[in-house]
């Protein structure tokens, strides 16, 4: 074992789903762990839950649902009697109407009306009929499986408003990982079940992909399990360095172990470890190992979208059932509401108050992300009243949660970016993992980023890389579909990749 309190097995950069995971399977199977977290006051990375005068507010959104059994046997062996089973309700709001979604086939044709409901069929009938054959982009993608019109009125706008930039240049990755598997066909099926009330549950386990009814939820917001998580690495004789930044790391081939620096206040700590793991975003990461790699080119090239939400506290007993809202209007620039009560009642602390959160989508340091706390509330307030979702003198109060590199871009050479800068590390360095969302550049849901660093575990324990984490959520079908455990033998063989050595 170490013999220095600054020598350690494994340094964890980051505090979220990746880390926390990682450093609590490691603290379980006795090896000394430290990981650094650059904020000073929260662990869960974005599913940290923030407080505010007693108010909760979920970064985003996180349901506890997974495929794969060994996740769901991890969120219950960390936090084993707080999880609550909330109903699942999401609707999407374009025209002046609200859509259910998934979709009810009758419901959409009465808000879209016969013309353009008619149009919608013909434009997805000559997507199959004259479909695009050299799809680049997110726009070629959906166009082929929708067809335009039904790409114009549900998701254009959105996906503008997520990624600030235009469709036709978002890499085509990124529709084939999020929605691949939700067919024009089986919507409209679905969505006809749903309008008889005909969507019972299926009984030989393979139905078509639909979205979850309900889901399970810490009753106090995500942030619950990665306390809970914290605090048993903490029990565990390992530490968790808060408000610690990753300021430089370099590998020494003559110990085979690193040097990890984070600054803390003025302060510069040195973590001396045989393994690194990192949840921190590939491009800063390559920024602060020295020598720089021959790929910061790449990696200066990867991009990310910033994230804000405006809490509202409003004199309600509530104000829809939704748990959240798809805002696909033109008019305002909220692309998303939460409703915070729907979610847990324990994330609003007064009866008499509802609570909603307005995300906006922007870019660190653009007009909205540099605005006053004061003008976001005042912004998110004209827009609550101009959806006709609230009436602006029953707002009593407000808060701003800025979140930045919320999700990494998938643009046209995004992927080439990641697989240099991978390739390089990899061979220079197979003691250093990275994992989760930003580690890995990738699109993550909570349990793929806990996935990654599971088997990451799996391959220290093993002395080598028995698993290619590379391959989790390669099954784009994977995403919300079924019931949580249906299935779980074959959940978690699609989500787990297979060794890449013989035992």
């Not at 979604?101 to 009929?129: D, H, Q």
Request: proline share 4%.
């Amino acid at each position: 074992m170490p013999k220095s309190a600054n020598a350690v097995d494994v340094a964890i950069i980051g505090a979220g789903p990746a880390g926390l995971t990682a450093a609590y399977l490691l603290t379980k199977s006795g090896y000394s762990v430290t990981v650094i977290e650059k904020d000073p006051v929260y662990v869960g990375g974005i599913s940290r839950t923030v407080e505010h005068e007693g108010f909760r507010f979920d970064i985003g959104g996180h349901r506890f649902f997974s495929k794969s059994k060994e996740v769901v046997d991890l969120w219950n062996e960390i936090l084993p009697d707080d999880f609550i089973e909330r109903p699942r309700m999401s609707r999407i709001y374009y025209g002046g109407k609200f859509y259910s979604y998934p979709l009810r086939a009758f419901e959409a044709l009465i808000n879209l009306g016969v013309w353009t409901s008619t149009l919608c069929m013909a434009s997805y009938a000559k997507a199959k009929l004259f479909p695009k054959k050299d799809v680049k982009s997110f726009e070629d993608w959906v166009v082929n499986q929708f067809g335009h019109k039904l790409y114009s009125i549900f998701f254009k706008t959105y996906t503008e408003k997520v990624w600030g930039m235009p469709c036709d240049e978002m890499s085509a990755d990124w529709a084939a990982q999020r929605i691949k598997g939700l067919s024009l066909g089986a919507a409209v099926l679905d969505g006809l079940k749903r309008s008889l009330g005909l969507n019972k549950k299926p009984n030989d386990g393979m139905a078509t992909k639909t979205l979850l009814e309900t889901f399970r939820y810490p009753r106090k917001g995500p942030g619950m399990m990665w306390e809970a998580a914290r605090d048993r690495v903490l029990e565990g004789g390992n530490r968790v360095l808060m408000d610690h930044a990753l300021k430089a790391m370099r590998f020494d081939g003559a110990t085979q172990r690193w040097n990890v620096q984070a600054t803390h206040g003025g302060e510069t700590v040195t973590i001396n470890a045989a393994h690194v793991i990192s949840s921190a975003p590939m491009r800063e990461l390559a920024g602060r190992i020295q020598p720089l790699p021959a790929t910061i080119p790449a990696a200066m090239d990867l991009h990310y979208r910033d994230f804000l939400t405006v809490a509202l506290m409003i004199r309600s007993e509530d104000l829809f059932p939704d748990n959240w809202i798809y805002i696909h209007e033109e008019g305002v620039q909220v692309g998303r509401v939460q409703n915070f009560r729907s979610w847990s009642p324990e994330m609003v602390p007064d009866a008499e108050l509802a609570c909603v959160g307005l995300e906006y989508f922007c870019f660190e340091g653009d007009g909205l992300w540099s605005s006053s706390d004061a003008d976001l509330v005042a912004l998110a307030t004209r827009e609550l009243a101009q959806l006709g979702l609230a009436d602006p003198a029953t707002v009593v109060g407000g808060a701003v949660v800025r979140q930045e590199k919320a999700y990494p871009v998938y643009d046209d050479h995004y992927r080439d970016n990641v697989d240099a800068l991978r390739r390089e590390l990899e061979e220079l360095y197979p003691t250093l993992h990275l994992v989760g969302r930003n580690g890995m550049h990738r699109y993550n849901n909570q349990d793929h980023a806990m996935m990654t660093a599971m088997l990451t575990v799996r391959n220290i324990e093993a002395g080598e890389r028995v698993y290619d984490i590379w391959n989790v959520n390669e099954d784009a079908e994977y995403h919300e579909s079924g019931t949580e455990g249906e299935q779980a033998a074959l959940a978690s063989e699609r989500l787990v990749p297979g060794r890449l050595k013989a035992a």
